[in-house]
């Protein structure tokens, strides 16, 4: 009797662990875990902020388009100047997108008028003009002769010399085309 309760005891155990390592709803063992981690290495979180309708931190397959992103996010909003972001644009390994509003013509008395400066296209001058300081806008100019046009206007954080605090001050005032 107690071989009994000892075999029964063992296989109990055995189908047990047998279980535990199989899933018959997906029909992957523990040991195909690997597979989950291959996919989930293209996730990334990335922030989307500015004229979106819901901005915030959203998961996203890196190969998806900023369009994508967008839609994620609701869409943009009716203030959103479609010139300053390309929809096609792969997110890769960029974390964060701002989508600033068109320039708004107001109602009452404009002494200047507020354009917009294509930073793809801009000289020195009307880099300057707008706030980059000279080194800032000649290195602007020296990086987009290197690497080519902007992509995005986050891009201009990877040019020597501008940091998080310019890129916020002059954001409103860049577009890409």
């Not at 018959?24 to 195909?32: F, G, K």
């Not at 068109?102 to 294509?118: A, D, F, L, R, Y």
């Not at 000279?134 to 940091?163: M, P």
Request: charged share 20%; hydrophobic share 40%; aromatic share 6%.
């Amino acid at each position: 009797m107690f071989k009994i309760i000892l075999i029964i005891a063992i296989c109990t155990i055995a189908g047990l662990f047998v279980l535990t390592k199989f899933d018959p709803n997906n029909q992957q063992t523990e040991d195909s875990s690997y597979l989950t981690s291959e996919t989930n290495k293209n996730l990334a979180t990335v922030n989307i902020s500015g004229e979106i309708n819901h901005p915030g931190d959203y998961q996203i397959d890196i190969t998806q388009t900023l369009g994508d992103l967008i839609t994620l996010a609701g869409g943009v909003t009716d203030k959103a100047d479609p010139n300053s972001y390309v929809s096609t644009l792969v997110i890769g390994d960029r974390d964060m997108f701002y989508i600033p509003a068109s320039v708004q013509i107001p109602e009452s008395c404009v002494v200047e008028q507020i354009e917009k400066v294509n930073i793809n296209t801009a000289t020195l001058a009307q880099l300057q003009e707008i706030g980059f300081k000279s080194n800032q806008a000649e290195a602007l100019i020296e990086y987009r002769k290197e690497k080519g046009s902007f992509q995005c206007i986050e891009d201009i954080l990877n040019v020597s010399g501008i940091g998080e605090a310019t890129y916020t001050k002059l954001r409103e005032l860049i577009t890409l085309s």
